[in-house]
C-alpha cells in the first residue's frame, strides 16, 4: 500500500517553494537594509591624493595593503573616503567598494569609493567630495556634513 503522506502534491509544491522564495527575499533585503545607513556624520579629510600621484601607500590609506596596485584610472575614478559608517562592511571587505552620499539637508550626491578606514562612525571625504556635498556651505561652517549612504556598485 502506498504512503499517502509521502506524496507532494502540486498545490504544496507550490506553497513550499513560495515560501522559499518569500524567506529569500526577505534575507535579501535584510543583506541590503545592512548596507545603507542615515544621519551619519561626514567629514573632510584631506589626502592630497593628486599632489600624491594617487598612492595609497604615499597616504597611508588603510586599504593601500589590498588596492595600491589597481590602475591609476581606478583610484582617480572616484573621490576617496574613509569608512567607519554604522552599518555595511569592515575593514578589507570595505576596500575599494563604492559609496553613494547624500547630503541630508540639501539632497546632493557623489560617488565615493573606500580607500581608508576611520574610528568614529561616520565617513571622511576627500575635500572635493565633501565641497561637492556641501551644496549650503554648512559643512564650511561646522566642518562636518549630515549625510546618508549606500553601497554601491562601482561600475568598473
Not at 540639501?106 to 568614529?120: E, H, K, M, N, P
Not at 571622511?124 to 556651505?137: A, E, H, K, S, W
Request: aromatic residues 8%; charged residues 15%.
Amino acid at each position: 500500500m502506498e504512503n499517502v503522506s509521502k506524496r507532494t502534491t502540486p498545490a504544496a509544491a507550490a506553497a513550499a517553494l513560495a515560501l522559499a522564495l518569500l524567506v529569500a527575499c526577505a534575507w535579501a533585503a535584510r543583506g541590503a537594509a545592512a548596507q545603507r545607513a542615515s544621519g551619519v556624520t561626514a567629514v573632510r579629510n584631506s589626502y592630497a591624493a593628486s599632489l600624491a600621484n594617487w598612492d595609497l601607500r604615499a597616504v597611508c590609506a588603510y586599504c593601500a595593503t589590498w588596492d595600491a596596485d589597481m590602475p591609476l584610472a581606478w583610484r582617480q575614478r572616484y573621490g576617496w573616503a574613509a569608512f567607519c559608517g554604522p552599518a555595511g562592511p569592515r575593514g578589507e571587505a570595505s576596500c575599494g567598494r563604492c559609496l553613494m552620499v547624500a547630503n541630508a539637508a540639501t539632497g546632493a550626491q557623489a560617488t565615493v569609493r573606500v580607500l581608508d578606514r576611520c574610528s568614529f562612525g561616520g565617513l571622511g571625504l576627500d575635500p572635493f567630495v565633501f565641497n561637492q556635498l556641501d551644496t549650503d556651505g554648512h559643512g564650511a561652517v561646522t566642518g562636518q556634513l549630515t549625510v546618508s549612504y549606500q553601497f554601491v556598485d562601482c561600475q568598473d
